[in-house]
Every structure is written in C-alpha cells, then in structure tokens.
C-alpha cells in the first residue's frame, strides 16, 4: 500500500499562496481541483474542492456522496497542501486507488483516476482559484494566533458563530478545543446568556445521563433533591460538550434526540422540558471513524457536524509560540508583582528556540513548560534591568528544555490543570465539582488547598 509522498509533486507545483497587503497575510489562495464521477449511480455528478477539505464517502456528511454499497461511510478525504492535493484513505473497508495502486496517503497527480469502492473519479486541477480570507487580529476573544493557520480558523470562527447550527471542533489533544468554544460563546449573540462546560469522559458513566439532563429526587440512590442539568443550565446560552468521543453509546441516542426536539426530560421525571441550547461540541478522536467501526451513532455525527473546524497543532503553527509563551508568561510574572512591559518587544527573540521543539502535547505543553520555567528563574534577575530579565528569561527557558519533569512532577501538574478547569467551569460550586470529579465535596477542598487552586 503506498505511503506518502507517494505521487508527491514537485515543490514548484504550488496549490497555495499567501496573499499579503503591506507584507502582512490577508488571505490564502488555493487552486480548485474539480472532481468528475466516471460511473456508477451518480455517474456524471460533479464536485469542486475549492476550500482546504472535501470528503467523499456514503454518508450523507461527506461532500461528495456516493450510493456506492462498496463505498464506506467516510471512505477517504482530499485536502489542499501547500504542495499538493493530498488524499487520505479513511480506513475504508475496499481501500482507495490512485491510477491503479492502493494508497492510504499520498498526493494526487494531475488528471489521477481514483477508484473509490465501484466507483471512478476523475481528478483534474482546472485553473480556478478560491481565495480564503484570514481574520485581521490575533486574538478572537480568549484564543490567541497570528500564525495563517490560527487566523484562518478565526476566520471560520467568525462565520460560524453567527448561526445556530451546531459545530464539531477536532483537534490534538492540547490544542485549546475548549478556548475556541468559549470564543464561539463571545462572537455569538448568546454572549449575554450562559457559557456552560460539559467534560464527558470526566464524569462516571452511571452519573453522566444526571449530569446531562438533570433529575427528580428520589430517582436514584443519593438524589436527595430536584437537580438541573447542564442543558437547562445552559439555557439560552451555549453547551460545550468536551471529549464527546468519550459518550457512553446508550445515551447518544438520547443526546441526539435532545438535540433533535429540543426538548429534555430529566431522569426520574415524566413531562418533557424545552430548552434553548447552542450546542458546541470537541473531539480528539476521529468520530469518523469511530462512526465505521459502529462506537459512534452515526446519525449522531451527523447532528454534530453541521459546521466543523479542525485546530492545528503547534508545531503547524510555529508563528504563534512567542505570542502564546509571552502570554502565560505575562500572567506568571503579574502574580509575583513583575512586568514584562520592558522586554515585551523583546520576546519574540526569546521564546524563538522554542519552535524547533515538535510539542506533542501543544498549548497545554508550551503552558506547563512556561510555568517551569518561571518558577525555576531566580528572582533577583526577573527584578533587575531589562537585559537582565531577558538573560534568565532565556537561561531558565533552555534548562526546562533540557531536564524533563519526574513523573511525580508531571501528575502533580495533571492535576493542578485539571482543578483549575472544572472550578471554572462550575464558577466555584464545590459540590458541582466534586460530582463532576468522582469524589467528595471535602476530598476536593482538600486537593484545592494541597494544589494552591483558589476557588473561583
């Protein structure tokens, strides 16, 4: 089975440019690529890839959709590189070909025939052009980016916060899933009204239906009382579904069935309750497939990918390292009563050795390695003139590099992150957090005051 760079063009063969005013990207241009079915049921249909993404599969989600039995559900997807139409076999059950050899991942040829299940497609680049246009700041309320990929997906933020449809977000773990959501929150004409958070895989999966859409008391052991869940919390506003991946396969079912009427009925309860809800969801997995191998509803998906937007991953997006890094930073430093204000236009120099590292854990790394770091400088220089600042800025920086936390160290800070998040998502209810967590209202006092996390 070929392999990438399999059928790779030349570099000069260029599918992108950047388009820039002044020398600062205001756009990225891509060449269309038109795609012809040859035969089958649809023979004779038509598509054009003229955004980065296009899918081709049976289910009705794809772009391109075929009737094709022989076709998976999500068969295979064609992207624009920068150097190349890049195809990708979606672990379909007949596999992809390109001029007669199987592939999983490689670059199209011009005029490459592609043989999706029964099905025949013809792929030609025809001279069109599409140009996509990138968002003119670096920060869409909370999320931070001045790299093209960052600004681009502010871009599409922009355009998809202003509809009801709900949206799928995707990406690496890290990436800050949850930091785009709450910036769909504040684009949107729900900004007034609630911003609710729900983690999934955070919450046992005999308490996540409770968790979801409430209960009656007296309907199971332990509910004491009348509970809402987070779709009536959310009422009026936005509910963030984190690590939907992770929904236990009974209750997609009525998930989407809440999504669908609009309507919920709290467990132990009889009358249905409406509820005005914009629903963002967040994945790591590939639901995709997910929805192949049957762990994943896939009438579900389909509910949830109305509008989807995919996070780069850091080492994709090198530009926005010292924007980021200055940020955590900055908030450190103001907690311990210095500046950056003086060597602010000096940080990108500072923090420029650290793009040549791959961040497999992406923003989430970059923070955690920024806290070490801050941590780990000596004061007296942080207190000094601004060169002297600068010097153990980078001295400090270069040590964490080098000497990788102990897994104590590492687990200690797992923590930290995770207490951190869920008192802001539940704005500092103890008994919420504790029910989000799995443990008891006084075990989770205590892991605050041992991990120095303040309530709100």
């Known amino acids: ?36 079915v040859l035969d089958g049921a649809e023979a004779g249909q038509r598509s054009v890839l003229d955004r ?17 039995r022989a076709v998976s559900r999500f068969h295979c997807t064609i992207a624009c590189h920068d150097t190349g139409h ?46 996509i246009a990138l968002a003119e700041d670096e920060h869409l309320g909370p999320a931070l ?9 502010f871009a599409l933020v922009r355009r998809a916060a202003v509809s009801t449809a709900t949206i799928l977000i995707s990406g690496e773990t890290g ?19 609630p911003f609710v958070v729900f983690d999934c895989s955070a919450v046992a999966a005999t308490l996540i239906e409770s968790a979801l859409f409430g209960h009656q008391r007296g309907a199971f052991t332990g509910a004491i009382s009348d509970q809402a869940g987070v779709f009536e919390r959310a009422h009026g506003g936005t509910l963030f579904l984190d690590e939907i991946g992770e929904l236990p396969v009974e209750l997609q079912a009525k998930l989407l069935r809440a999504l669908d009427s609009r309507t919920i009925t709290r467990v132990g309860g009889q009358g249905a309750i409406a509820v005005d809800v ?32 995919e996070l780069p991953p850091l080492r994709q997006r090198t530009d926005d390292i010292p924007l ?41 790394e970059l923070r955690n390695l920024v806290e070490r770091a801050a941590a780990l400088a000596d004061p007296a220089e942080l207190g000094k003139d601004i060169v002297s600042r600068l010097v153990e800025l980078r001295a400090s920086i270069a040590r964490t590099m080098r000497v990788r936390p102990t897994l104590q160290v590492a687990r200690e800070q797992g923590d930290r992150e995770y207490l951190r998040d869920v008192m802001a998502e539940t704005r500092g209810s103890i008994q919420d957090a504790a029910r989000i967590a799995g443990v008891h209202p006084k075990s989770l006092e205590r892991l605050l005051r041992r991990y120095g996390v303040p309530r709100t």
């Open 145 to 153: 980016g001045r790299s093209v990929p960052m600004r681009e997906v």
């Open 278 to 309: 914009r629903v963002v969801a967040a994945t790591n997995r590939d639901l995709r497939a997910m929805v192949q191998d049957e762990s994943f509803r896939s009438d579900l998906y389909y509910r949830l990918a109305v509008i989807t937007i």
């Open 324 to 364: 980021l890094a200055a940020h955590f930073l900055r908030d450190i430093l103001q907690r311990d009563g210095h500046s950056l204000d003086q060597v602010r236009p000096y940080l990108d120099d500072a923090f420029g050795q650290l793009a040549a590292y791959s961040w497999p854990g992406n923003v989430r």
């Open 52 to 68: 980065r993404t296009l899918a081709i599969g049976s289910h009705p989600s794809n772009d391109l959709v075929l009737s094709d």
């Open 175 to 193: 990436t800050g899933k949850d930091v785009i959501a709450q910036a769909i929150h504040e684009c949107s004409d729900r900004r007034e009204r």
């Open 1 to 36: 089975m070929a392999q990438m760079p399999a059928g790779r063009p030349s570099p000069s063969d260029q599918t992108t440019t950047i388009i820039a005013v002044d020398g600062r990207p205001v756009a990225v241009r891509i060449q269309t690529l038109a795609l012809a």
């Open 86 to 131: 890049r195809i990708v076999d979606r672990d379909s059950a007949n596999g992809t070909y390109v001029n007669g050899v199987r592939i999983r991942d490689a670059y199209l040829p011009d005029d490459a025939r592609i043989q999706v299940g029964s099905t025949t497609l013809q792929a030609h680049v025809d001279g069109g052009e599409r140009d």
